[in-house]
């Protein structure tokens, strides 16, 4: 049974969550009103995980995370309505070390909160189930390529029509940002990136991997191209299909189907789309996240003759996609996260297409 420790300064949402959590089969050992008491409890309790509210008294959220995460590293998920406010304080808590995140309704309405009874289970299940011994956080701010990232040659032999897809669930943001960080500009990659994420988030995180790349990098916003040194998030809600392949330039569009995975957007139906209208060179590239999404579409492109890489058990923070990945599709790289994106260009060297 999963130990879970709740840390929420609203006594209504610690009852709900607790009632919740328990309904699912968690084991809730201990609540904590206040920063102070959830970082005492985490220590004393040990337990598998535990959800943090980022506004807290006496010790923030934030603060709770980089000192637990310092002294007994725990998994942790941030379920706080100040998320939806303001996503910065939820990409800080992932910086941090949080695992994952999840909006709650604004204000003490535990009504509306139940209606998220089986997403919040699942999702606390997943991130007790993450590794966390080896992560540490990480600076907030650009990352600068010549300070923080490997310089990755593209010689003139480099193909000059490769198109990439990237997946990732839980875990997946921080790994996300760090791939498109180390991508050299000069390899002309057309990339599209679909992230697990609500829509709430989706656009900040897209402004915060355009600040982080060298690409320019934007939230899909329906219909449109993408070409050479261009890059799309998928935007929280949709799935992103790519409809067409003309003049260098991919086409994609929204696509309001059924959820895949029960998730939406799905990576699936990224790579299977592409693999549908995308001539050229073709690669997809799954990350950490719970579940089965990516599998199908990397064995998609496999069909269509293009390459798959998977990232690598130690490195994905839940080993969810990767292994689905990794069982039902012939992988042509199994990577750390650290030399993702020099196999993506790797990938890519020599192939003719």
């Not at 910065?88 to 909160?113: C, M, Q, R, Y």
């Not at 993408?226 to 809600?237: C, D, Q, Y």
């Not at 579940?291 to 969810?320: F, N, P």
Request: aromatic share 4%; proline share 5%.
């Amino acid at each position: 049974m999963v130990r879970a420790v709740i840390a929420d300064d609203s006594a209504v949402m610690r009852e709900t969550l607790g009632r919740i959590l328990e309904d699912g089969g968690i084991e809730v050992v201990g609540r904590a009103k206040d920063g102070v008491e959830a970082v005492e409890a985490i220590d004393r309790l040990e337990p598998d995980v535990a959800t943090i509210d980022i506004q807290m008294p006496r010790k923030t959220g934030h603060e709770v995370i980089e000192e637990v995460m310092a002294e007994n590293p725990t998994p942790m998920l941030v379920i706080s309505s100040h998320t939806t406010r303001n996503a910065d304080a939820t990409f800080e808590a992932l910086e941090k070390g949080a695992v994952d995140f999840i909006a709650k309704p604004s204000g003490d309405n535990s009504v509306d909160i139940w209606s998220q009874q089986d997403e919040i289970v699942e999702r606390v299940c997943a991130v007790a189930g993450a590794d966390v011994s080896r992560e540490e956080s990480e600076p907030t701010g650009r990352r600068t390529r010549t300070a923080q990232t490997p310089t990755i040659d593209v010689d003139d032999e480099f193909p000059n029509d490769p198109t990439v897809i990237i997946g990732a669930s839980t875990g997946g943001p921080r790994v996300v940002e760090r791939v498109l960080a180390e991508l050299p500009k000069r390899a002309g990659l057309r990339i599209l990136v679909v992230q697990h994420m609500a829509d709430h988030y989706t656009g900040r995180f897209a402004s915060r991997l355009n600040d982080r790349t060298d690409y320019e990098l934007r939230e899909s916003s329906g219909r449109e191209r993408i070409g050479p040194g261009e890059a799309v998030l998928a935007k929280g809600g949709t799935h992103l299909a790519v409809t067409g392949f003309r003049n260098g330039s991919v086409v994609v569009d929204h696509d309001d189907g059924p959820k895949r995975h029960n998730v939406k957007p799905a990576i699936d139906v990224t790579m299977e789309t592409a693999a549908e209208r995308v001539d050229g060179n073709l690669l997809g590239v799954v990350m950490t996240g719970m579940g089965a999404d990516g599998a199908d579409g990397l064995a998609a492109i496999k069909a269509a003759g293009g390459k798959a890489i998977a990232q690598d058990e130690a490195t994905s923070r839940v080993y969810g996609m990767p292994k689905v990945a990794a069982e039902q599709v012939d992988l042509d790289m199994v990577l750390p996260k650290d030399r993702l994106a020099e196999g993506i260009t790797n990938a890519f060297r020599g192939w003719s297409g």
